[in-house]
């Protein structure tokens, strides 16, 4: 096997490696992995935040109530209530997000709402006292719940567009000779010989243009196609 054989073996090679790494289900497997890792750690924060706000809203519900009595019980109630319907709005997002369906302007309000709602009753004791230390501290947990919320949703839509851009573009590299076409060593070898005339000098220029490939063709593979051609 001469040096022109095996560097259009090595480009066979490539070729068929990128051809299993760019197509669309293995992209899509790809991608549905990291969407999973994106929400579980999302979510294990989202719901860590929320769970660091309980106590801080109890004990803003509770101001004034005896610990043990039946107001003080139902205080360490309303945080989840909010929590809840947060979390319900964001499970049912992780679904319209993946079909990229957009929700209504009712949907965001309520997001908001919940959320200013736990910002406020997790902070407004801190602020009261004048705190800037415990104002931090409290504001935190709420505002990466804020971000992580919105963020989250751009997230799984980007997500989706990733596998979208792939399918188009398998869809795009199956039209013969457009840019961007995979095209195996062989099939270039065929064009190349089927352009090729005794008075023409192969060049790799020559060669990028009988194959139609001004950008994806490679020094390396246009000097094996003209090392293969010349020698028929």
Known sequence: MNRAQRLAQDAAEAAEVRAYQTDPD???????????????????GIVLGLAFTMTNVQGFASTGTRPGSLPWLAAW???PTVS??????LRAEQVTARYQVKTGVWVRRAKWFT?????????????AAGEPAAIVLHSVPPLVVFVAVEAITDLRDKLTDAVLVAAQRRSTNEEPMKPGRRVLFADYLVIARESWTPDVEITPAWVRRATGCSRGLSP?????????????
């Open 26 to 44: 293995v992209v899509a497997l790809r991608i549905e992995r990291v969407r999973r890792q994106v929400d579980w750690m999302c979510w294990s």
């Open 220 to 232: 390396r593979l246009a000097r094996a196609l003209r090392a293969e051609v010349a020698d028929d």
């Open 84 to 89: 809840l319907v947060l979390l319900a709005i």
């Open 115 to 127: 959320l200013a709602a736990t910002y406020v009753m997790n902070t407004w004791t801190s602020f």
């Open 77 to 79: 109630v309303l945080d």
